[in-house]
C-alpha cells in the first residue's frame, strides 16, 4: 500500500530555514518522479518543485527558485524540501506526491508551515 | 508560469451536470495531452480522477469526464452526488523548464 508522510512544518519567522520531509512506504523512491506542491490560506493548489526519479535533475516554481531544494535519501526512501530566506507568503500547507507520467497520483496529508513575526 | 483559467465556482443540482473548463496557452494545455484533474476536499489530500484528458483512475467513477479542444481542457461531472462538492484543479504539463502549472481552482456546490 503507497503511503506518503509529510513532517518538519511549523511556524517559523520571516528569513529563517525549514527543512520538510516527506517519508514513503509502499514503493521506492528511485522508481518514481517527486513533487512538492503547496495551498496557502484560502488559495490555490501550487506547484514548488519536481526531483526526477533518478535523482539527476530538479525543477522549481518561479517564487521558489533559489530559494527551496529538493532532494532525497533513497536509503531512507524519504523526500525532503530545504527551504531558505522564508517569507510571509511561503506559509501554506505542504504536500508531497508521487508522479506517475506526468500525474500526480498518490498525495500526502500535508504538512502545515506558517511564517510569522 | 501563469496559472490555467479556471471558473472560481459552478454549481448544479443532484443529478445534474457541470462542466469546467480549465484554459491554458499552446504551451502547455494546447501542447501535451498531459492534462490532469484533482479533487479537494477539506482537510483531505487531493484525489486524481482524470489523467491524460480524459482517462480515469481505477475507482474514479464513470461520472467523471474529461476532455480537451485547442488550449482548453474540460471536466465533466454527470449525476451529480452530493460528495461531489469539492474544490478541483486542473494541472498540465508545461515543458521540462517550466515542468508542471495547476489551474486557479473551481468549487462545486451541490444544490
Known amino acids: 500500500q503507497v503511503q506518503l508522510v509529510e513532517s518538519g512544518g511549523g511556524v517559523v519567522q520571516p528569513g529563517s530555514s525549514l527543512r520538510l520531509s516527506c517519508a514513503a512506504s509502499?514503493?521506492?523512491?528511485?522508481?518514481?518522479?517527486m513533487h512538492w506542491v503547496r495551498q496557502a490560506p484560502g488559495e490555490g493548489l501550487e506547484w514548488v518543485a519536481v526531483?526526477?526519479?533518478?535523482?539527476?535533475?530538479?525543477y522549481y516554481g518561479d517564487s521558489v527558485k533559489g530559494r527551496f531544494t529538493v532532494s532525497r535519501d533513497s536509503s531512507k526512501n524519504t523526500l525532503y524540501l530545504q527551504m531558505n530566506s522564508l517569507r510571509a507568503e511561503d506559509t501554506a500547507v505542504y504536500y508531497c506526491?508521487?508522479?506517475?507520467?506526468?500525474?500526480?497520483?498518490?498525495w500526502g496529508q500535508g504538512t502545515l508551515v506558517t511564517v510569522s513575526p | 508560469q501563469s496559472a490555467l483559467t479556471q471558473p472560481p465556482s459552478a454549481s448544479g443540482s443532484p443529478g445534474q451536470s457541470v462542466t469546467i473548463s480549465c484554459t491554458g496557452t499552446s504551451s502547455d494545455v494546447g501542447r501535451y495531452k498531459y492534462v490532469s484533474w484533482y479533487q479537494l476536499h477539506p482537510g483531505k489530500a487531493p484525489k486524481l480522477i482524470i489523467y491524460e484528458v480524459s482517462e480515469r483512475p481505477s475507482g474514479v467513477p464513470d461520472r467523471f469526464s474529461g476532455s480537451k479542444s485547442g488550449n482548453t481542457a474540460y471536466l465533466t461531472v454527470s449525476g451529480l452526488q452530493a460528495e461531489d462538492e469539492a474544490d478541483y484543479y486542473c494541472n498540465s504539463y508545461a515543458s521540462s523548464n517550466t515542468y508542471y502549472v495547476f489551474g486557479t481552482g473551481t468549487k462545486v456546490t451541490v444544490l
Open positions: 506526491g508521487r508522479e506517475w507520467t506526468f500525474r500526480i497520483d498518490n
Open positions: 526531483i526526477w526519479s533518478d535523482g539527476s535533475k530538479q
Open positions: 509502499g514503493f521506492s523512491l528511485g522508481t518514481y518522479a
